[in-house]
């Protein structure tokens, strides 16, 4: 029981998130995904029940609200063991949540039960949420996801943009990409088209960085993660997109460690070439000695696309972070 609350951890979307782990073990969700680092699905499910009486989220959350400074922390966010839109407690615990504190609250959703409107009332009480869309095609999304046989990915979409018309909060998406499942040029697209009608304030394009459910699944390389990129900001806009692919860094500015700090840069965003020398040469004599010193080393890689080039962190330096 006392694993419902825990943290705080970091997180680049959330800060310093608080955690709230409102379905207990074993894993109840409404997606199997092929890439998930808790495994596979025990219990598939879409039915919505009772999980924790919130009194035991209430002593729990004020124990650990007790034991550190609420000043430090930038969000409680709902990021459970399944899908946290299962439990149909959830208004409740958010409510309680907010008179034990003023902190934002996130929750992390695969966005399968938006369609329903109880489930859409919910999601209305929370500071940010943030959405799942992993394929824009049928064939893609069973395959990549691993639905419940009820779902409909149609029905999903639509539930999201009715919900995003409503919402007066946060709204984020974030993309998995698989090689050779989501990861053709075609699908890509087709995603971004998605967003852009739902239009969220941040879309993040990410890879799996832990081991997967399925030991077959492999992140996309570079040179897709750059077009991934361009093809999102195309659809989105530039400064609504990031990569989302491991370390948690520190920001946009080059400061005293540059090769940290370019590092930091390119896990979010493929930085083009002409761009990198430009900041790189405010702080550094030799701008063209350290990125090819990074280049060398294998920490970053050249990427051309559409006659730019742009510097992207390597792959495997990813995954090891």
Known sequence: MADIVFGPVPSRRLGRSLGINN?????????????????????????????????????????????????????????????????????????????????????????????????????MEFDLVSIKLDAASEEIWRKINRPHSSLNLREILDGVKIFRREFPGKLISETMLIDGVNSERSEIKRIADELSKIDPDKAYIAIPTRPPAENWVKPVDEEKLVESYEIFSESLGRD????????????????RDPVRDLLSIATIHPIRLDYAHQILSKSIHDPDELIERLVNSGEMKLVKYRGRTFLVRRRREICED
Not at 65 to 86: A, K, M, R
């Open 240 to 255: 609504r997109v990031e990569l989302l692919i491991g370390y948690e860094g520190a920001g946009f500015k080059i400061g």
């Open 23 to 123: 379905i207990p073990p074993p894993k109840r969700c409404s997606y199997s995904c092929i890439y998930c680092q808790l495994g596979g699905t025990k219990i598939l499910t879409i039915e919505r029940r009772q999980f924790y009486d919130t009194r035991i989220l209430r002593k729990a959350l004020s124990k650990k609200l007790s034991e550190v400074n609420e000043d430090d922390l930038d969000y409680i966010t709902f990021v459970p063991d399944g899908e946290p839109t299962l439990d149909r407690s959830l208004s409740e615990h958010v409510k309680t949540i907010r008179e034990l504190s003023d902190k934002p609250i996130a929750i992390l959703t695969n966005s399968t039960l938006i369609s329903v409107e109880d489930v859409r009332r919910d999601l």
